[in-house]
């Protein structure tokens, strides 16, 4: 998808970073047993969730840290970036709402509306928790990919605040599942993100 490919080019977190959430997204929509086009429609979002990173400058898509309070606030951006973007595709307009509300948090303290509980459209609560299990999941410079039981207790964590609990906990037993499968398999299915985000 060219947006995506654009987003990549020039973010390079980003590179793998929506397959990576698309993955994830998918897994707990069969989870949550939504239907095939419910489905599409999660993994397309997924697929475009960070497009609005196009609009922000390259000095903080590609700092080697964390960012200040600053940079954080105009990183917030991205979501209402992303959705202003898609507005004039017409055949996206189930798209816009789950890339515009997927920073919400279930306790109303995200972004950028604020949205709380069951205000955050369905879609944009199961983006968040995808998109969270990516960033935990991923090398970054300044920290190491979580392991897995760490992911877990994040998930755990934020369960009924940051995250949908109902979501948290179907991504909680699709982690303890693929845990407890052979080694090798185990490794193959729970690093294969954390793989293409380190070799970005």
């Known amino acids: 998808m060219a947006l995506v490919s654009a987003v990549e080019a020039k973010d390079p977190y980003t590179r793998h970073h929506s397959l990576n959430v698309s993955s994830y997204a998918e897994a707990l929509a069969v989870a949550i047993g939504l239907s095939d086009k419910d489905r599409e429609l999660v993994k397309i979002a997924a697929m475009l969730h960070d497009v609005g990173k196009i609009g922000l400058p390259d000095s903080i898509l590609t700092k080697p840290g964390p960012l200040t309070d600053v940079e954080y606030s105009l990183m917030k951006e991205h979501a209402a970036i992303g959705a202003a973007i898609l507005k004039p595709v017409s055949f996206l307009n189930r798209v816009r709402p789950l890339v515009l509300h997927h920073h919400e948090w279930y306790n109303g303290r ?24 990516d960033a935990m999941a991923s090398p ?51 690093r294969r993100i954390a793989r293409r985000a380190g070799s970005a």
């Open 110 to 133: 995200g972004y950028p509306a604020g949205l709380r509980g069951l205000e955050i459209p369905l879609g944009a609560r199961i983006l968040h928790v995808a998109d969270a299990i």
């Open 140 to 190: 970054r410079t300044y920290k190491a990919a979580f392991p897995v039981e760490r992911t877990i207790a994040q998930l755990l964590d934020g369960r009924g605040e940051q995250f949908d609990p109902d979501i948290a906990d179907h991504a909680v037993r699709w982690l303890q599942a693929n845990s407890q499968r052979p080694q090798r398999e185990a490794t193959a299915l729970l």
